[in-house]
């Protein structure tokens, strides 16, 4: 059987009872974790999930680059509404980070997002990319 058990609700009620399992809990056991579609391994930092070690090494770098003043305002999971040529929403976009940095005497945002060599070069990125400028005017910057 494919996707786990398919048991009806009062076995599945008789199987919790006889386990220990909570009332309600519906329990998965031949569920595996699914795996991050880039293969990427989550890790936590300071009690903050990360999608990658990547992402997570450069947080902490971006954080101590905040907090010697080069930049400011750093934030993480920033969503930004996609719509389509006639104001239909059509999705969201999530930026790793969005920051200040100084430019020629002016601090001006920045929205960055933590890409491989593999992930950079997918079709869906380069879409959302284009969305981002058509909808926000915002060039995406690509980090490493």
Same mark, same amino acid.
């Given at each position: 059987? @494919? #996707?786990?058990?398919?048991? !009806?609700? *009062?076995?599945?009620?008789?199987? *919790? ?6 009332? #309600? ?20 930092? !300071? ?9 997570? *090494? ?18 993480? *999971?920033?969503? /930004?509404?996609? /719509? ?23 601090? @001006?945002?920045?929205?960055? !997002? ?31």
């Amino acid at each position: 059987m @494919k #996707g786990g058990l398919h048991w !009806d609700e *009062q076995r599945l009620l008789e199987f *919790q009872k006889r386990i220990g399992a909570s009332k #309600g809990r519906v329990v998965h056991l031949l569920d595996k974790p699914k795996p991050n579609k880039h293969k990427a391994i989550p890790r936590v930092v !300071d009690g903050v999930k990360f999608a990658s070690g990547l992402e997570a *090494q450069l947080w902490v770098d971006y954080r101590l680059l905040e907090k010697a003043g080069q930049i400011r305002n750093l934030r993480r *999971q920033v969503r /930004f509404s996609l /719509f389509a040529n006639g104001g239909e929403h059509i999705g969201t976009y999530k930026a790793d980070m969005v920051f200040e940095e100084l430019r020629e005497g002016v601090w @001006k945002r920045v929205v960055a !997002d933590v890409k491989s060599e593999h992930t950079r070069n997918l079709p869906a990125w380069a879409r959302t990319k284009k969305l981002m400028l058509a909808c926000h005017n915002v060039v995406v910057r690509e980090l490493p």
